[in-house]
């Protein structure tokens, strides 16, 4: 009699923490910049990766800072305060105010361009350490370069517009500057600060460059309809670092599908939410796959034709 007692409380216990264990739940904090297709795209892959892995198991708190860096800072710390599993830090900002709110959280990020850049880190070797790790939207910018010379060869003045508070569109125009001065482009640095200047400075870069050419960048792709209006009047093309921004005011651009770089993340963080991976050692991944895209109605307004292995954005 006792061994069978025994032997239903063990049968008992074992259905308890087995019940115990597949109603385990996580909390997942999302912190977005900013609403854009791009960053909408990869907060949505990200859910639906997850999901798809852990199902109901998983309560996201989804928070938007609607482009303002002190907003994110103000999200993170009230997702350590409710001591949530995870972080996805959608967006350097975002990144960045994760990264000053908490050293033990798992972090993970997506659309960020480069995480050496963004996180001021020496001798990046592709891996960041520590509670960070994420996937970077970075494309081949030397072929964005070349995509430049293949549609504008009699182009003379490239104009490279920007925001000066993003470190990782400086990252990129510099290093495009590189390369397309290399072509025989006289290249010229047209900043923004914030979105306050971004009229005035595209009418100036207008006004000087036979092209622009458009990095990733959260204040570019939140004011595309801006840029639109002064580029397209003007006759000016643009070239853009990622089809968001350029199905708003650019003709063409070598760009990823961020739905499927924010899938890439939510699978990350599966395996660091359910301990088969470990952050402190998880690579930056990066999307191998990318297209070149135009934009039909620009080129159209434009007379801008595009080789035929371009595929019109949707």
């Known amino acids: ?176 500057k590189g390369y397309l001065e290399t072509m025989g482009y006289e290249c010229e640095f047209y900043a923004f600060a914030d979105s306050n200047d971004v009229y005035a400075v595209t009418q100036v870069a207008a006004d000087n460059s036979d092209v622009i050419y458009l990095p990733t960048d959260n204040t570019v792709a939140a004011n595309t309809e801006i840029i639109y209006n002064v580029l397209v009047p003007a006759g000016v093309p643009a070239v853009a670092g990622e089809e968001g921004i350029c199905a708003g005011c650019g003709v063409a651009t070598l760009s990823i599908s961020y739905y499927d770089l924010g899938v890439m993340t939510g699978k990350m963080a599966a395996q660091v939410l359910k301990g088969e991976a470990d952050i402190s050692t998880m690579p930056i991944a990066y999307v191998e796959t990318f297209t070149p895209k135009y934009n039909v109605e620009i080129c159209q307004e434009l007379n801008v034709t595009v080789p035929e292995n371009y595929q019109p954005i949707q």
């Open 1 to 176: 009699m006792k061994k069978t007692i025994a032997l239903i409380l063990a049968t008992v216990m074992m259905l308890c923490g087995m019940s115990a264990a597949l109603a385990e739940t996580y909390k997942v904090g999302i912190c977005q910049l900013v609403t854009h297709p791009a960053l909408d795209q990869a907060t949505q892959g990200f859910m639906d990766a997850l999901t798809a892995e852990l199902g109901d198991a998983v309560e996201y708190d989804l928070q938007n800072a609607a482009g303002d860096s002190a907003t994110c800072a103000t999200i993170m710390n009230t997702f350590v305060n409710d001591e949530v599993d995870l972080i996805m830090a959608n967006a350097t900002p975002a990144l960045l105010a994760a990264y000053a709110a908490t050293g033990d959280i798992p972090i993970l990020g997506t659309s960020i361009t480069e995480y050496g850049v963004a996180l001021s880190l020496d001798d990046f070797n592709g891996i960041v350490g520590g509670n960070i790790s994420g996937t970077s939207d970075l494309a081949p910018l030397d072929q964005q370069a070349a995509m430049i010379q293949e549609l504008f060869p009699d182009a003379k003045k490239v104009g490279l517009l920007y925001c000066s508070a993003e470190p990782n569109s400086i990252y990129q125009v510099e290093t495009v």
